[in-house]
């Protein structure tokens, strides 16, 4: 059967058995992954898979099946097992669910793709990562690795009230670290980000890292690490580059603005948010240069796509608007409860799991400023960049952060370069202490969002900037 029949027949057969609304996916995804250590190949990853997910609700009670096989018999079982699932969950009384309406959409959509990244021969892939290696061994780092991953995805979307929806998401990236061991001492750095930079793109993302011209200085760095002094501690100007600030907007925002979460449905595996509705609107997040979007739109980003997995069509919305609360991730169901007007935020890892609320791009507007300003403009603070660790509580709202490199930053001028620097806070106190944002803004890529049980990964997008924060603590007390 095709993708498209497949899903029906599970549509009507959960429809059949009793189910109020049923929509099905079909998701087929190849997986590549390639890692390199020391100038050698150290791994390759290849996997396919595809498989039918089905939904059903009846009552106010949602049931889910899936089934690695696109017979009519296998499609419509699993309709039929996932009605049953949700009937029986019914019995236990629960508040009406409904779902905020969405137009039934027949539609196709492809991210662009200049460079197919499963076309690129594995060779010419291998000695990128080869050389890149090979060149941090050479200029000091005692571990020296690289890596890339790419994921090709078609989505076949059916639901009971008349999607019919395909789309092809391809993303990719990629990344190397350098670690230097000293006496008592390891150090890491790493480009362009902890994890790598990555997006729904093609293969020209990872060309134009060019990983192998900066595999030179993050070896020097990582070294020149090992002897630099410590990050002083106490309260001073926070100076954040912009890939550890879209970490911050990750773990203090966007999983803070998961309407799940906020309603307690998600509290399992990484806690439910401070944030409480009855402040929507009202509740000042952050200072006045504070705009945060939610944007599935923007192209290439890696939490771009053109419909999300109930059939909704990506949608730009604010988050936080010169600083005050003012929207929501949320899916159908979640929204209706919640008494908005739009979900757009639901999405699964594969055919196998339940949709759920996931961000999507959560990001920052550009500010006035460039980093050469914000820097000139201080007179005594730290500048930090490239996370190493981090630490929020349950609610999102207490926090901890370590970066790979610190610097100071003295008269206006960036100084000394600080080891182990790591700064803490509250969520609304740290952003409301923003004062200064650049405008050079870059749409970083988290491929590695862990959320749900069983546990999913999703693939997130952040657009931020270099910013500097006000009398926040940094370092490590005595």
């Known amino acids: 059967m095709t993708g498209f029949d497949a899903a029906t027949a599970a549509v009507q057969a959960a429809l059949d058995a009793g189910a109020r609304y049923a929509d099905a996916r079909v998701m087929h995804r190849r997986y590549e992954s390639m890692s390199a250590r020391n100038g050698d190949i150290e791994e390759l990853s290849q996997d396919e898979s595809i498989g039918l997910g089905v939904r059903a609700l009846v009552g106010s009670s949602w049931g889910f099946h899936a089934v690695p096989e696109l017979s009519d018999a296998a499609a419509r079982d699993a309709g039929r097992r996932a009605a049953a699932i949700a009937t029986a969950s019914a019995r236990v009384p629960g508040p009406p669910i409904d779902l905020v309406a969405v137009e039934a959409t027949v539609a196709s959509w492809a991210s662009a793709c200049d460079v197919d990244p499963l076309g690129v021969p594995l060779t010419d892939k291998g000695d990128l990562l080869v050389r890149a290696t090979a060149t941090m061994r050479e200029h000091g780092a005692d571990l020296a690795e ?21 789309q092809r998401i391809r993303e990719c990236g990629g990344g190397i670290s350098a670690t230097s061991i000293g006496d008592g001492e390891t150090q890491r750095r790493s480009y362009p980000s902890y994890r790598g930079q990555y997006g729904t793109t093609g293969w020209e993302l990872v060309t134009s890292l060019d990983l192998a011209a900066h595999a030179a200085r993050i070896a020097e760095e990582s070294r020149e690490l090992l002897t630099a002094p410590e990050c002083p501690s106490g ?58 979007t939610i944007d599935p739109t ?51 890892d594969g055919w196998a799991r339940l949709p759920m609320v996931r961000m999507t791009n959560v990001g920052l507007e550009p500010g006035p400023h460039t980093l050469d300003e914000i820097v000139a403009a201080t007179d005594d603070g730290v500048l930090m960049d490239i996370n190493r660790s981090w630490s929020i509580d349950d609610k999102r709202l207490n926090f901890q952060f370590g970066c790979e490199v610190g610097w100071e930053v003295k008269k206006g001028r960036r100084g000394r370069m600080l080891r182990n620097p790591t700064y803490t806070g509250i969520g ?13 803004i870059v749409p970083w890529g988290t491929p590695n969002c862990g959320k749900g049980q069983p546990g999913q990964t999703g693939h997130t997008g952040h657009p931020a900037a270099p910013a500097r924060f006000r009398n926040v603590r940094v370092g490590v007390r005595a």
Not at 146 to 166: A, C, P
Not at 244 to 252: K, M, N, P, R
Not at 274 to 292: A, C, F, I, K, Q
């Open 298 to 348: 923007i192209p290439g980003a890696l939490g771009s796509f053109g419909f999300d997995d109930e059939g909704s069509p990506a949608a730009r919305r604010d988050a936080v608007r010169e600083g005050r609360w003012v929207g929501v991730l949320a899916g159908r169901d979640s929204a209706a409860v919640a008494g908005l007007d739009h979900g757009g935020s639901v999405r699964a």
């Open 146 to 166: 690289g890596l890339y991953q790419i994921w090709d995805t078609t989505k076949w979307f059916v639901s009971s009230e008349g999607h019919r929806i395909d």
């Open 428 to 440: 609304p106190v740290f952003w409301r202490s923003m004062d200064m944002l650049s405008s050079e």
């Open 235 to 292: 309260e001073t100007d926070l100076i954040l580059g912009g890939e550890q600030l879209a970490l911050q907007i990750h773990e203090s925002v966007g999983h803070a603005i998961e309407l799940d979460r906020i309603l307690g449905w998600e509290a399992a595996f990484a806690g439910t948010s401070w944030l409480d509705l009855s402040r929507l609107g009202t509740l000042r997040y952050g200072s006045e240069l504070m705009n945060v």
